[in-house]
């Protein structure tokens, strides 16, 4: 049977003002389920009840969307095996959006697309699962369920991921909800703020569809034509911006960390932030900031991507992380999935026999893919002296790293990933005969490292072992901290730190 659309699913799109002549351009057709219970597939029939959206990719079909509604209530599935990617994807290789004409809009569903290619603008792309559910509870930054993240919801921007870095500029047209925002949030993160429009509907309407109804397709033009930019935290007053999630610190995992003891030095970490962390070799800093990544993979669903040129992942990254989460270095099903989810490593491809420079362009770069694939929060660099640095002819040591500092802050505050990196002091640090505690200072570059940071922090272990300090040497912002000295147990065996009981005030 011929895929045509029924005159009253035609009629359908003709109240919500969408013509059905359009409609059927994109070959949507009615259709009937058939098959048994496990098995069933959508076949063209007028007679149906869905209505199917094909996605056609390089003019092919590779996914469809169904439609349905019993008793009242909608109903949405695909295609078994289908392939995600955005519906009515080919626009993305149009020419105007890479040299920055026309930008490319983006909607949370097929009929808002159409709304906008119908009033005129036909780069328009729609998500292929509209947004993902609001928190419950109002959380400030809730976790979008990680396994589906990876392997479900966000998957068609990786899938696409070459024909999306040619764009220059998005509009996000979702709806204005709190499910749109959400979305519009972690399309922002995944896409680079600096590339990303966002729209204002007129009083009373919530998404295009709604627009045209009210306003028509000059309505919508408007929207669309007076899109604004995405301003990138921390550069615009997040308060003038009211449909964007407002940043929130979070704690990392001590409650002897988040401030709730006075008199003590506290500390939060926050999206997008720079953080430094220095100490003696072989003081922990590597063990304490991995003890910090598994606490908000467990608490937030942090993801982390870890760039670790000193520490082969296998066995030993592996074995520290195993050791932390569970416990024990053992292998475990449990534990290394936690891992698979919640870590990503920037290597060199093992099987490639020619290795890539590991210089920042090299890890910012692949820091990006991890934000578009796998929404990770955190990039760890440990250490910061094992990067190649492409110092130009003409910089000084303290210039280029003062640059270097500015591209990683600018990565972290476009994607809001939490930037952490581990730094060596550049000397034995001796005083009177004495190993003195080091300061931010003492990192090559110098005072880059203090007044740049966000956070900056100084881990000290104790000569008796088992015991360290974490001085939280910097605090840029008083609602993230407060400097001073924290005292913890460190136990060999898990790798693990722990906070002391004992009241703390004396150490400030
Ligand atoms: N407070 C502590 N007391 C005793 N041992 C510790 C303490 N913290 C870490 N260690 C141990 O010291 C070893 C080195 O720690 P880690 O690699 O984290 O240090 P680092 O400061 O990152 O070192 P580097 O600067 O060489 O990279 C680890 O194997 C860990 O078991």
Redesign the pocket.
């Known amino acids: 049977m011929t895929a045509t659309l029924a005159p009253r699913h035609a009629e359908w799109f003709e109240q919500r003002g969408i013509s059905a002549e359009l409609v059927t351009k994109f070959e949507i057709y009615t259709g009937a389920v058939v098959g048994k219970p496990g098995e069933r597939t959508v076949v063209p029939n007028p007679r149906g009840n869905v209505i199917a959206f094909p996605f056609v990719e390089h003019g092919a079909v590779v996914n469809e969307k169904y439609r349905t509604e019993r008793d009242g209530e909608k109903f949405f599935w695909h295609r078994k095996g289908g392939r995600r990617t955005f519906w009515n994807s080919d626009v993305l290789d149009d020419p105007l959006l890479e040299s920055g004409a026309q930008a490319l809009i983006i909607t949370e569903g097929f009929e808002d697309a159409i709304v906008s290619i119908q009033s005129g603008w036909p780069l328009t792309v729609s998500v292929p699962d509209g947004a993902p559910p609001p928190p419950k509870d109002g959380a400030p930054l809730p976790p979008l369920d990680p396994e589906t993240e990876r392997s479900g919801k966000f998957e068609f921007l990786w899938n696409n991921r070459d024909r999306l870095k040619r764009v220059k500029r998005f509009i996000l047209a979702v709806d204005d909800d709190p499910a749109g925002h959400r979305l519009a949030a972690e399309l922002v993160r995944r896409l680079g703020a600096a590339r990303c429009l966002f729209v204002t509907y007129p009083k009373g309407c919530k998404d295009l569809n709604k627009v045209l109804e009210m306003h028509g397709e000059d309505g919508v033009s408007d929207v669309i034509r007076n899109a604004r930019l995405y301003p990138v935290r921390g550069l615009y007053r997040l308060s003038e911006y009211p449909s964007l999630q407002t940043l929130q610190p979070i704690s990392i995992g001590w409650p002897i960390f988040d401030g709730i003891f006075p008199g003590n030095g506290w500390m939060k970490i926050f999206p997008g932030e720079f953080m430094v962390v220095t ?1 003696i ?7 304490w900031a991995l003890n910090v990544l598994v606490n908000i993979a467990r608490a937030f669903h942090w993801r982390s991507a870890v760039f670790s040129a ?1 520490m082969p992942t296998v066995p030993y990254l592996r074995d520290k992380l195993r050791r932390i989460i569970s416990g024990n270095a053992s292998p475990d099903v449990e534990t290394d999935r936690f891992i698979e989810t919640f870590f990503t490593f920037m290597d060199n491809d093992p099987n490639d026999a020619e290795e890539d420079d590991l210089t920042l362009d090299w890890i910012i770069e692949k820091a990006r893919d991890a934000v578009l694939r796998d929404g990770i929060r955190v990039l760890l660099i440990d ?1 910061w002296n094992e990067i190649e640095h492409a110092r130009r002819r003409d910089e000084s040591v303290s210039e280029y790293v003062g640059r270097a500092i500015r591209m990683l802050k600018r990565f972290g505050k476009q994607y809001e990933v939490a930037v952490i990196v ?1 730094a ?1 002091p550049t000397k034995d640090v001796w005083e009177h005969g004495k190993i003195r505690t080091p300061t931010l200072y003492d990192i090559e570059g110098s005072a880059h490292w203090f007044n740049k940071s966000d956070h900056g922090v100084v ?1 000290e ?2 000569a008796e ?4 300090t974490i001085h939280i040497a910097k605090v840029r912002f008083d609602e993230t901290g407060y400097k001073g000295a924290i005292r913890m147990k ?1 136990e ?1 065996s898990t ?1 693990r730190y722990q906070q002391l009981e004992e009241p703390q005030g004396e150490l400030l």
Do not use: N, V, W
């Open positions: 100490g070799p072989s003081h922990g800093k590597s063990t000193e250490p581990l060596h881990i272990r104790a072992g088992g015991q360290a460190f060999g790798q």
